[in-house]
């Protein structure tokens, strides 16, 4: 079990679909006061996280921050030329 209540840690692993970081800060307090903030990709386990980050902490006014940043993800725009061409063809006509 941690025995200090004030504390800062981040971590970052790469993953194939992007980069995945933790972050957690906490401060001295009485009893535990949990804050999360997850990504949407991992919101249906945020309970089942802050269940576990409970456990392991019992006391202190926690920050837990979970992100991904999905760089490998960028899809390509493609531009719909027979549309755009259309449109142009349209406005010259007016």
Do not use: A, C
Not at 21 to 48: G, H, Q, Y
Not at 53 to 71: A, E, I, P, Q, W
């Amino acid at each position: 079990m941690i025995q200090s209540m004030t504390g800062y840690g981040k971590s970052t692993v790469q993953l194939k679909s992007g980069n995945l970081t933790i972050e957690i800060k906490s401060l001295n307090s009485k009893n535990i006061d949990l804050n999360t903030r997850i990504t949407n990709s991992v919101k249906p386990k945020e309970l089942l996280i802050r269940k576990h980050l409970s456990d392991k902490l019992k006391r202190g006014k926690v920050d837990f921050l979970l992100y991904m940043d999905s760089t490998n993800n960028k899809k390509s725009s493609l531009l719909n030329t027979t549309l755009i061409n259309t449109y142009i063809d349209q406005l010259r006509g007016l």
